[in-house]
């Protein structure tokens, strides 16, 4: 598994992590209480404002907020087929029209190259079952210092390309503070790139 992939990886299991603990859903799942259906639109104003974006052909919205509130999470899949261009292109211009920097380097760990590096585009790999995966890594950061992580993953079983029509997408809002405390737990200098 490449170094790309691993930070990928780690950074979804942190995700989903903080989604089963405290996410809260919306479209098929939604709750049918009334508090935690306020809760649902609480959270999913709070993830617009954060610039985490979830397009109208969203489905399984889930969204959460925890570490006191200096992190925001959204997750969703959309069917489109690979290379997601309008679901990529819709998360871009929304950050970019709001003054939001692309980075092409990991702003936690300067040893990280992005999807976005110099034409590194998606990740692809094999399972050992022989599925197949496509990952987009991409991240960006507010004038005011705050980061925007988006990862978007194609998945197929073993020999098939069903899963290419449909990407999973994972969306992480970091405050200032949150950010500098993550990015101070890594390296400060560069190693070998991956």
């Known amino acids: 598994m490449s170094r790309f992939k691993k930070v990928a990886t780690a950074w979804h299991c942190i995700f989903i992590i903080a989604v089963t603990n405290v996410g809260h859903s919306q479209g098929t799942n939604q709750a049918s209480d009334a508090g935690s ?19 109208k052909n969203a489905e399984r919205v889930n969204y959460s907020n925890w570490s006191g509130g200096v992190a925001v999470g959204v997750s969703y899949f959309v069917r489109e087929p690979y290379p997601a261009k ?4 819709g998360i871009q211009e929304n950050l970019a029209k709001a003054k939001w920097m692309p980075l092409e380097i990991d702003w936690a760990d300067p040893n990280l190259y992005l999807s976005r590096h110099k034409g590194k585009g998606w990740v692809k790999s094999e399972g050992p079952d022989g599925s197949e995966t496509a ?6 950061r507010s004038p005011d210092g705050e ?14 390309k069903d899963g290419m029509d449909r990407v999973t997408v994972l969306g992480n809002w970091y405050s200032r503070d949150e950010a500098a405390k993550i990015k101070g737990k890594f390296p400060k200098e560069p190693g070998p790139p991956s």
């Open 37 to 55: 259906a306020n809760e649902t639109r609480r959270l999913a104003a709070l993830a617009k404002e954060k610039h985490l974006v979830v397009p």
């Open 86 to 89: 309008m679901t990529l292109a």
């Open 135 to 140: 990952d987009w890594f991409e991240q960006w």
């Open 147 to 160: 980061v925007v992580i988006y990862i978007l993953e194609y998945q197929s079983g073993k020999g098939r």
